[in-house]
C-alpha cells in the first residue's frame, strides 16, 4: 500500500510561487511513475507533470513547461513540485499520483492509470 500526503497550497496573487510537497511511501519500490495532477471545479483531472523514479525523465503538460519544476528529495522521501509565474488558471486541487506497476510505460496524460492518490491540496491564483 502506497500512501501519498500532499501539502504546500495556499492562496498567491498571480505571478507568485508556490511549493507543493508529496510525502510518500511509495519509496519502497526502486522503480514506479509518479506524478502531480490538478483539477479546477468542473473540469476534468489533467496531469501537470511527472517523474519516472528510478529512471530520472521528467514530463511537463504544455500549459506549465518553465514556469512549474518537479523534483524528487530521497533523503526525504518527497516529491515537489515548484511553481513559479502562477496564473489564475492554475486555480485547481492539485493531487500527487503514483504508480509502480505502470513503469517504465508512465502516461502522465492519464490520471486513470495511477493506481495511488493523495487528498489533494488546494491552488488558488488570484489576479
Known amino acids: 500500500q502506497v500512501q501519498l500526503v500532499e501539502s504546500g497550497g495556499g492562496s498567491v496573487q498571480a505571478g507568485g510561487s508556490l511549493r507543493l510537497s508529496c510525502a510518500t511511501s511509495a519509496y519502497t519500490y526502486s522503480r514506479y511513475c509518479m506524478g502531480w495532477f490538478r483539477q479546477a471545479p468542473g473540469k476534468e483531472r489533467e496531469g501537470v507533470a511527472g517523474i519516472y523514479i528510478g529512471g530520472g525523465s521528467t514530463y511537463y503538460a504544455d500549459s506549465v513547461k518553465g514556469r512549474f519544476t518537479i523534483s524528487q528529495d530521497n533523503a526525504k522521501n518527497t516529491l515537489n513540485l515548484q511553481m513559479n509565474s502562477l496564473k489564475p488558471e492554475d486555480t485547481a486541487m492539485y493531487y500527487c499520483?503514483?504508480?509502480?506497476?505502470?513503469?517504465?510505460?508512465?502516461?502522465?496524460?492519464?490520471?486513470?492509470?495511477?493506481?495511488?492518490w493523495g487528498r489533494g491540496t488546494q491552488v488558488t491564483v488570484s489576479s
Open positions: 499520483a503514483a504508480d509502480p506497476k505502470m513503469w517504465p510505460l508512465c502516461d502522465f496524460k492519464r490520471s486513470a492509470k495511477f493506481g495511488y
